[in-house]
């Protein structure tokens, strides 16, 4: 459930962006900035999603913010920014898997530094991840949209925006990925 700050905050964004008709190219500019600099890493996590290769991935992401860029004057605060800015990013990801083949068998994890003093356990949450990442890769497509969009914190509804289904759909979906990636974990210990 949405706080009131983050209610109110949605409205001001869905009342400015109502209004995008009416703006010149410079705030134009300066919203699309506002809105990719709160979701990049977003953005890439769903593209790491539907890609193998960290230069697939980085392309995806400059698909997107592309498609971004050229929806956004039409944007009419029908939906949030943010659902806004993740369907035309499935969209272009949806569509740069039907371009393109699978090259590689498994997925490229970044190596991300972490800061804790334990070794030990940052390794053991580095391969938690990198488990958890091949997981959802190998995941039907139907099941991987659905559970990318919920670990970006996005509610049924603007999932079942984002892909067009409903939201009994989003429960159901979600429920058969999370099962299935608990199978897929369990086998893999």
Known sequence: MKSSTETDAAS???????????LD?????????RLLAANGPALTRLAA?????????????????????????????????????FRIAHNR???????????YPAAEVDNVHDPA?????????EQSAERLHRAIQRLPLVYR?????ALEDMGYADIADVLGISES????????A???LRESLEKGK
């Open 145 to 149: 949209q659905v559970i990318t969009l």
């Open 49 to 85: 999603s539907f890609t193998n290769t960290p230069s697939d991935r980085d392309d995806l992401v400059q698909e997107i913010a592309l498609a971004v860029w050229r929806a956004w004057p039409a944007f009419r605060g029908e939906c949030s920014p943010r659902t806004f800015l």
């Open 169 to 176: 759909n989003v429960g159901a979906r979600l429920t058969r």
């Open 178 to 180: 999370r099962q299935l």
């Open 12 to 22: 001001a964004d869905a009342m400015l962006f109502a209004t995008f008709a009416k």
């Open 117 to 125: 003093p334990d070794p030990e356990s940052g390794l053991a949450r």
């Open 25 to 33: 190219r410079a705030t134009l500019e300066l919203e699309f900035d």
């Open 93 to 103: 990801a949806i569509a740069h898997l039907a371009r393109s083949r699978p090259r």
